[in-house]
């Protein structure tokens, strides 16, 4: 079985706005995106045997310290000490800003699930 979580690009606009900000402030975003990976891997992957692919939508809701964490576990995100990471975490701070209710945001993901049979 192989998990991920792929966070919601569209819907609203915090999830546009990010994936937007994410794109343009995290070159290494779209290199490292587990979207990239094709069907063709997967089955490769699982020995050709029928993949099974259940999704469940789930989210987070987040304060600003949760949702700075959330940004820095990112392999993408500069980390500190890193050229960018002070411009990168005032862009996440201003999209917090416009977008939390009550000082909280919520990050909604599907959680996609690659079953099959391990040869």
């Known amino acids: 079985m192989l998990i991920w979580?792929?966070?919601r690009s569209r819907g609203d606009q915090?999830?546009?706005e990010l994936e937007r900000y994410l794109?343009?402030?995290t070159p290494e975003y779209l290199r490292v995106h587990?979207?990239?990976v094709r069907a063709t891997a997967l089955k490769e992957f699982f020995s050709n045997e029928?993949?099974?692919t259940p999704t469940v939508s789930i989210h987070q809701e987040l304060d600003w310290r949760?949702?700075?964490g959330r940004m820095l576990s990112?392999?993408?995100v500069p980390k500190p000490r890193m050229p960018h990471y002070r411009e990168t975490m005032r862009g996440f701070e201003e999209i917090f800003r416009r977008h939390q209710v009550n000082g909280k945001i919520i990050i909604e993901y599907v959680t996609e699930?690659?079953?099959s049979r391990f040869l």
């Open 14 to 16: 915090f999830h546009v």
């Open 34 to 36: 587990h979207k990239h």
């Open 66 to 68: 949760g949702f700075r």
């Open 23 to 25: 794109r343009r402030a």
């Open 5 to 7: 979580n792929t966070r």
């Open 50 to 52: 029928a993949l099974i």
């Open 113 to 115: 699930m690659y079953i």
């Open 74 to 76: 990112a392999s993408y």
